[in-house]
Antibody, heavy 122, light 106 residues
Framework: EVQLVESGGGLVQPGRSLRLSCAAS????????MHWVRQAPGKGLEWVSG????????GYADSVKGRFTISRDNAKNSLYLQMNSLRAEDTALYYC???????????????WGQGTLVTVSS | SYVLTQPPSVSVAPGQTARITCGGN??????VHWYQQKPGQAPVLVVY???DRPSGIPERFSGSNSGNTATLTISRVEAGDEADYYC?????????FGGGTKLTVL
């Protein structure tokens, strides 16, 4: 059974940093792309970032480019999101999602975690 | 940036057919994926690559895509289908979601 468990969320002041983690199990982690998708309270889904199986291809939404960094450790079956210079508009539930294939673009998100909440507020 | 337009809400009686549209410029040239999200839960993939269903998704869920509109069709709607539905595509290596449609089962 595929399981994705996010952690690292919390309350942080504007301008500060936070690192999210996603622990994956139930599938061969290094065969698949991985993604972060967020959802602001009461709002829709927003793709944040994606990374290919070997970290060779990485992409970001314009809203986070230059502030967020995605990475993965295939030896630890883990995905990460380093979030710097956080803003109030980054407040959201952050989901870790598995890509359907090895490349991060073009495919669906076929499994999702339950999310970790990030609140940016002074 | 690429924009996907969904109706905010669709209502349907049990047993009837619900159609949820997703509009985008020449969306027919892209692969469209659909997600169902129930309150307090993570999204679930219900249709991928325009019209394919993941294992475990009922045949009542189907999809089509042509021209400027993709459509998710839910046949014989049940109370348990009440949820938010999102379409999603890739454009210039960025993931794009529609704004979501709330399906209400009357």
């Amino acid at each position: 059974e595929v399981q994705l468990v996010e952690s690292g969320g919390g309350l942080v002041q504007p301008g500060r940093s936070l690192r999210l983690s996603c622990a994956a199990s139930g599938f061969t982690f290094d065969d698949y792309a991985m993604h972060w998708v967020r959802q602001a309270p009461g709002k829709g889904l927003e793709w944040v970032s994606g990374i290919s199986w070997n970290s060779g291809s990485i992409g970001y939404a314009d809203s986070v480019k230059g502030r967020f960094t995605i990475s993965r450790d295939n030896a630890k079956n883990s995905l990460y999101l380093q979030m710097n210079s956080l803003r109030a508009e980054d407040t959201a539930l952050y989901y870790c999602a598995k890509g359907q294939t090895y490349d991060y673009g073009g495919n669906s998100f076929d499994y999702w975690g339950q999310g970790t909440l990030v609140t940016v507020s002074s | 940036s690429y924009v996907l337009t969904q109706p905010p809400s669709v209502s349907v009686a049990p047993g009837q057919t619900a159609r949820i549209t997703c509009g985008g410029n020449n969306i027919g040239s892209k692969s469209v994926h659909w997600y169902q999200q129930k309150p307090g839960q993570a999204p679930v993939l219900v249709v991928y690559d325009d019209s394919d269903r993941p294992s475990g998704i009922p045949e009542r869920f189907s999809g089509s895509n042509s021209g400027n509109t993709a459509t998710l069709t839910i046949s014989r709607v049940e109370a348990g289908d009440e949820a938010d539905y999102y379409c999603q595509v890739w454009d210039s290596s960025e993931g794009v979601f529609g704004g979501g449609t709330k399906l209400t089962v009357l």
